[in-house]
């Protein structure tokens, strides 16, 4: 199932997206997508409101699409999960994942206008396969016991400035934290449908020009593994999103350093989630 959020930012719709590609309000089974609506079994009512035919058809015409989510708790993100990633940045593979956290402000819609931060010159992109919590993940006991949590899969694009990331603070989250800067969505997609989670090719390309393209198959620490290593250490809450890392070809780590610039655009696309575009303009 696909879950998702139109209209203008604040006033955004709940809704599911049919497998013919027509759009239903959820109005009637929620105020919005939210952590409560997902503990509570939002997604099996309705997709059960869906095949019921009960829900009201909406026209998307012209509407903007917002996260699928309302803004989460916490963003948590991990870095340098795909080895070829970590040799180009020039750092070590890691033994542990790494853990960081992000401002949960910085969530936007897939196609919002992101914004380079004043004083920027190292605004750098990162396509990413996002996982929503659906499900308290507290001390589990083990990997298996993961996926009982997952309530679905976004794409997200964890935007970093890598100057204030990496040369101001020994902390990542200045460079991290900056607003607009993680993309998510355009559809929230239920594990069912968005199949194996290890076996998702991502891509993206900047002003049409192929930067990224890898596959979740290469990922150092799995997504199992993920929610059980951060289930030992902080309380994961339904409506929580974990960026899951990202593949080589970053700016960071391309000849040139060909960092983003006003007018820019950015396209990313991974199987089955669909696809993100955002235009990038100075602050």
């Known amino acids: 199932m696909k879950l998702l959020r139109i209209g203008p930012a604040g006033e955004e719709v ?6 013919d590609g027509r759009v239903f309000a959820l109005t009637g089974l929620t105020a919005d997508i939210d952590g409560a609506f997902l503990a509570t079994g939002g997604i099996d009512r309705a997709r059960a409101a869906l095949a019921a035919g009960a829900l009201p058809e909406l026209d998307p015409s012209g509407l903007r699409v917002g996260a699928p989510i309302v803004r989460p708790g916490k963003v948590v993100c991990i870095g340098l999960n795909y080895r070829d990633h970590a040799e180009e940045t020039g750092a070590a593979i890691p033994g542990r994942p790494v853990v960081f956290m992000k401002d949960p402000s910085t969530v936007v819609g897939p196609c919002d206008r992101v914004l380079i931060p004043r004083g920027s010159v190292k605004t750098d992109w990162e396509v990413e396969l996002a996982v929503v919590i659906g499900k308290e993940a507290r001390y589990l006991a083990d990997e298996d016991a993961a996926a009982a949590c997952i309530a679905g899969y976004a794409i997200s694009n964890d935007v970093s400035e890598r100057e204030f990331q990496l040369e101001y603070s020994g902390q990542w989250d200045l460079g991290k934290s ?80 060909p960092y983003l610039r006003d007018g820019d655009t950015v396209e990313l696309t991974i199987d089955g989630l669909g696809t993100q575009r955002q235009t990038f303009s100075n602050a």
Not at 14 to 19: I, K, N, Q
Not at 207 to 225: C, L, Y
């Open 14 to 19: 709940p809704a599911a997206l049919g497998d």
């Open 178 to 257: 900056c607003e607009t800067f993680n993309p998510l969505g355009p559809w929230l997609v239920t594990p069912d449908e968005a199949g194996d989670p290890q076996a998702l090719g991502l891509r993206l390309a900047v002003n049409g020009e192929s930067r990224q393209d890898g596959n979740t198959k290469n990922m150092i620490f799995d997504v199992a593994h993920i929610i059980w290593y951060l289930s030992q250490y902080m309380v994961l809450n339904p409506g929580d999103v974990i960026n899951t890392g990202t593949p080589a070809g970053v700016a960071l780590g391309l000849p040139g350093n």
